[in-house]
């Protein structure tokens, strides 16, 4: 009942030239008159369709390209080959609601929003219909399903891409818990990263961030990860986790944040420069660089990525001063590696700067 159904709105959506069938927008690829297989309707008699996605999440970084494996077969197996489409979306985080990424009828493709230019489908064995997406951004990490529809057989597959990155603790200029939910969310942007996941907060805890300060995260919570349990930090008692405070209000509650940056596209350095500087000499002095005061995101990218290490305090774009030491040493701080932070001093003492400029 339902299958026939099916066929009638696929013959009539097809007939009439409706702009949408089972959420693709056909409008622009069914004109094709030679290529619309005539709203062909096939009767399977026991054969399946089977798409195959990769179980393990594929690892990316920014800037860089990804592709999201998906292959589909018949079973039985067919002797002929079959006309079919792809469509390739994005899944919200809880696995629900979905954006377009790519359609695709045979050799014609169209994708959508801020994939625009940056996907297109590999097919380098019969039956692939793998993504790559190009010039991987932060927000590109998440659940991705191929779905391949013959006739009526729709089947899908979904891949998990993550970014490999990092994630530091940010406090503004006015010090601690001063951030509700929109803030956080502008300072972690503003410092060119993104608020985190907790998969990724969860991550970096594994590796062994520890904070004693609670901070938003991506889904509305707010949490910190302690890697050494102590008394303020909740107790003694309390085994190393994730501690969360669990969903706070939005608007009203105010915390720090835990933000995500990944690999970087240009280059961040410290400025040998003959003297100490001004925070607003340090920031005309990386533009007599031809490049920019760097943000707090991209020399934590930088230390994690291409283990900058300097033992030379440098002025940030929010105003905030600090060094990255990747091969911890006497009088750099601590004995773990990490990006030393002190705060944010009055503006018109004098230090060294580090610059960032696109390659
Ligand atoms: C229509 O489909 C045919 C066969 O697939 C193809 O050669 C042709 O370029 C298509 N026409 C347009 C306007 O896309
Ligand atoms: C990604 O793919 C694009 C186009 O296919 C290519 O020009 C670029 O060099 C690739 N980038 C990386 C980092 O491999
Ligand atoms: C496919 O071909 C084989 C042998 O060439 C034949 O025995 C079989 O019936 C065919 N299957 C279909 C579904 O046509």
Redesign the pocket.
Known sequence: MLAELAVILLVTSVCKGLPFYNGFYYEHILNNKTNNGNGEVIHFNG?RLVVNTPDDPLFGYRGGNATLPCTFHYE?????TRKYRVKWSKLHKDNTKERDVLVAIGLRHRSFGEYKGRVHLIQKMPNEVSLVITDLRLEDYGNYKCEVIDGLEDESGIVELELRGVVFPYQPHGGRYQLNFHDAKKACEDQDAMMASFEQLFKAWEEGLDWCNAGWLMDGTVQYPITLPREPCGGKEMPPGVRSYGERHKHLHRYDAFCFSSALKGKVYYLEHPEKLTFAEAKAACQDDGAQIAKVGQLFAAWKFIDLDRCDAGWLDDGSLRYPIAFPRPNCGPPEPGVRNFGFPTRHMKFGVYCYKMS
């Open positions: 054969v039985p197996k067919l002797n002929s």
